[in-house]
């Protein structure tokens, strides 16, 4: 053998050896960008799905202050607000069972219920419970307890608990009421009261 050969065959050698350690380190270094691509795509997908989140908050927001917005409206008897929060042609049904198709028909009955507020009269929604049907049609489910009203006869009425339901939709950037449903809730149990 020549020294040529010799070298060539050493030189074979040294490239075999210092090229197997390598492969794992191939490898090694190819898990490892897969494993970073990975985080990424599931960072990205985290900060994706926060946004929805965000994007949902809001909207669920906006779909709880027309609720809000429909009691305070009542308190500063506020007929033409009341009736602003919901569809140009949405229905709208009293606890008494009055059906009301339109924002017209809500405004006159809306203005007749103005004499039931007194300067004591408060109207707080609660147990607000928002289920987005799709994202721009939300059923909403809470309960609006008004208190202090003027009854019919004239005396004052300290709690009426309202079963109040209603579909809200958004047109164009603002959520509107396109149907809403008010039923008088049990009234709640008074423990002073003994049962026999």
Same mark, same amino acid.
């Given at each position: 053998m020549t020294i040529s050969q010799t070298s060539r065959s050493g030189l074979s050698a040294i490239h075999t050896i210092d090229s197997a350690p390598q492969r794992?380190?191939?490898?090694r270094r190819g898990l490892i960008q897969r494993l970073g691509l990975a985080c990424l795509a599931w960072t990205l997908g985290i900060a994706a799905t926060g946004s929805v989140s965000a994007g949902? @908050?809001?909207? /669920?927001?906006?779909?709880?202050?027309?609720?809000?917005? &429909? $009691?305070? @409206?009542?308190? /500063?008897?506020?007929?033409?607000?009341?009736?602003?929060? &919901? $569809?140009e042609n949405g229905t709208f049904v009293t606890p008494q069972g009055d059906y009301m198709p339109g924002r017209v028909a809500m405004v006159k009955d809306f203005g007749a219920e103005a004499q039931a507020v007194n300067g004591t009269t408060q109207a707080t929604f609660s147990n607000y419970r928002v289920r987005f049907i799709k994202p721009d049609v939300a059923v909403v489910d809470a309960l609006l307890t008004v208190r202090n009203v003027n009854g019919p006869d004239g005396t004052v009425i300290p709690?009426?608990?309202?079963?109040?339901?209603?579909?809200?939709?958004?047109?164009?950037?603002?959520?509107?009421?396109?149907?809403?449903?008010?039923?008088?809730?049990?009234?709640p149990a008074n423990s002073m009261i003994s049962r026999k």
């Amino acid at each position: 053998m020549t020294i040529s050969q010799t070298s060539r065959s050493g030189l074979s050698a040294i490239h075999t050896i210092d090229s197997a350690p390598q492969r794992p380190n191939s490898a090694r270094r190819g898990l490892i960008q897969r494993l970073g691509l990975a985080c990424l795509a599931w960072t990205l997908g985290i900060a994706a799905t926060g946004s929805v989140s965000a994007g949902q @908050a809001q909207d /669920e927001a906006a779909v709880r202050a027309l609720g809000d917005s &429909f $009691a305070k @409206a009542f308190l /500063e008897k506020n007929a033409e607000l009341r009736a602003s929060l &919901f $569809a140009e042609n949405g229905t709208f049904v009293t606890p008494q069972g009055d059906y009301m198709p339109g924002r017209v028909a809500m405004v006159k009955d809306f203005g007749a219920e103005a004499q039931a507020v007194n300067g004591t009269t408060q109207a707080t929604f609660s147990n607000y419970r928002v289920r987005f049907i799709k994202p721009d049609v939300a059923v909403v489910d809470a309960l609006l307890t008004v208190r202090n009203v003027n009854g019919p006869d004239g005396t004052v009425i300290p709690v009426i608990p309202i079963n109040f339901v209603y579909v809200a939709a958004r047109h164009g950037d603002r959520w509107l009421i396109e149907d809403g449903r008010a039923h008088f809730a049990p009234a709640p149990a008074n423990s002073m009261i003994s049962r026999k």
